[in-house]
């Protein structure tokens, strides 16, 4: 069975233009969450999908992170446009619709914001 | 709301020492806890996970984390380190079904294993 996958592994940008991010969850699994992790800090989450609806979205930092998942699938997190504070990695994670359920996590995208 | 604290951004140990990572948590519902591991340049990979039913949970790799209710913790150990075992290591609660389904995290441990 594949695991969560993420596109791209690396990007690098300059201030003010956009990048977006793509994650593909673990078929059959409808939760998806994303999570950012700044240099130094800790993990923290942005948002949550239950299939294409938005369940939770009180981490995301500010109205320039768009977070789409069409038709209950993949996922999209752009960014536009990028600041300095953005850069970081930046995780998707999936899991079935049980308590306690184990989230797994994609490779993450590991942004870097000039 | 939840939180998790790890003690030790940095712990180091020799090969064959016992592996000793803390974490302790807070939550207003009884929580679901987990530890992930990142191993250089990957993605987070589970060790193990508490969901309430025994408190002794034993993971992958050798690992396992004790719940206690009463200090609300859930330490890693590890009886006998291996250079392999050279990765950071996360503490993470949820306490779905309560309110917030999503995963918070510790700030992470950087264990080194030295030869």
């Known amino acids: 069975e594949a695991g969560v996958t993420q596109f791209p592994s690396h990007s690098v940008i300059e201030k003010g233009q956009t990048v977006t991010l793509r994650c593909d969850p673990i078929s059959g699994h409808d939760n998806l969450y994303w999570y950012r992790r700044v240099m130094g800090k800790e993990i923290k989450f942005l948002l949550h999908?239950?299939?294409?609806?938005?369940?939770?979205e009180s981490g995301m930092p500010n109205n320039r992170f768009l977070a789409e998942r069409t038709g209950g699938t993949y996922s999209t997190l752009k960014v536009q446009p990028a600041e300095l504070e953005d850069s970081g990695v930046y995780f998707c994670?999936?899991?079935?619709?049980?308590?306690?359920?184990?989230?797994?996590f994609g490779p993450g995208t590991r942004l870097l914001v000039l | 709301a939840q939180s998790v604290t790890q003690l030790g951004s940095h712990v180091s140990v020799s090969e064959g020492a016992l592996v000793l990572l803390r974490c302790n948590y807070s939550?207003?519902?009884?929580?679901?806890l987990f530890w992930y591991v990142q191993y250089p340049n990957q993605g987070l990979q589970l060790l193990l996970k508490y969901t309430s039913a025994a408190t002794l949970v034993k993971g992958i790799n050798g690992f396992e984390a004790e719940f206690k209710k009463s200090e609300t913790s859930f330490h890693l150990t590890k009886p006998s380190a291996h250079m392999s075992d050279a990765a950071e290591y996360f503490c993470a609660v949820s306490d779905w079904p309560g309110s917030a389904r999503q995963l918070t995290f510790g700030s992470g441990t950087q264990l080194t294993v030295l030869p």
């Open positions: 939550s207003s519902v009884p929580p679901y």
């Open positions: 999908f239950v299939k294409e609806s938005k369940q939770d």
């Open positions: 994670a999936s899991s079935q619709m049980r308590a306690g359920e184990t989230q797994y």
